[in-house]
């Protein structure tokens, strides 16, 4: 009979190392095999892919892959890997490893998380080199009410993060790839794009403001403390079209 102490896990702890479990996983899913934590250019990559490709997996934020992105690109083709949790179950131990409870989270990632992180480096949407993949993925977060960990946790800190199951990958290989973010036509702000695309306003303004930077809607006007945008390129709408309005007809010629 295996004992109570052999059944407890084994913690590594995010801030204790810089991988983690959900992190480690991909990396070997996506690599080719063999090929992992491999040297480019001075920069160590987290694998490289079968066909190549240097393999970078980004759990957190993107404003450390501003400078080494774009120069791996220089050289040949990226894949940058950001998981998205969908479905998240909650594992809550004591000090000592001893399971507390076990729940699962109510809120459920999307891949329109991606633009919480874009934010800090919005030049990479599009960069020439670089297919960024937004993995869809199931996790189990393990926790530990040990006092040591954020406030608004109460203390508990997050200790891992494990991959159950890879659901998709979102892959986005052109500039015009990312369009698939834009769930309106014509002009529109960013309080009408939300409920949309059933995203908070907050996150939808990341979202125009990524996408502005990267030259694919641009912003024309504002209609009182909001700005209007648009996509990029597209002829504007006459002014009776902004109205709701037809335009009047034109004039026959006489004869």
């Not at 950001?82 to 809550?92: A, G, H, R, S, T």
């Amino acid at each position: 009979m295996t004992s109570a102490r052999r059944q407890k896990p084994s913690f590594r702890g995010i801030g204790q190392e810089n991988e983690s479990g959900l992190h480690r996983a991909l990396k070997f899913f996506y690599a080719e095999p063999g090929r992992t934590e491999e040297t480019l250019d001075g920069f160590v990559c987290d694998a490289i892919g079968p066909g190549g490709e240097a393999v970078e997996i980004q759990t957190g934020n993107f404003s450390a892959l501003k400078n080494k992105v774009p120069l791996l690109a220089a050289r040949g083709k990226v894949r940058l890997i950001y998981p998205v949790i969908v479905n998240k179950n909650i594992e809550l131990y004591d000090a000592e490893g001893n399971l507390l409870s076990r729940r699962k989270s109510p809120r459920k990632g999307t891949a329109w998380d991606i633009f919480n992180e874009l934010i800090y480096a919005p030049g990479l949407v599009g960069l020439p080199g670089l297919t960024v993949e937004i993995a869809l993925v199931d996790a189990t977060e393990r926790r530990r009410d040990d006092g040591k960990g954020s406030w608004r946790r109460k203390g508990i800190s997050i200790e891992d993060r494990i991959l159950d199951s890879w659901r998709e990958g979102v892959v986005l290989e052109k500039k015009s790839h990312w369009l698939r973010f834009l769930p309106l036509e014509g002009e529109f702000t960013a309080k009408t794009m939300a409920p949309a695309a059933r995203i908070s306003p907050v996150l939808a303004r990341k979202t125009l403001y990524v996408l502005e930077k990267a030259g694919l809607v641009e912003k024309p006007r504002k209609e009182g403390r909001s700005w209007v945008y648009r996509t990029a390129g597209k002829k504007p709408p006459s002014p009776a079209k902004r109205r709701g309005k037809k335009p009047p007809p034109r004039a026959r010629p006489a004869d």
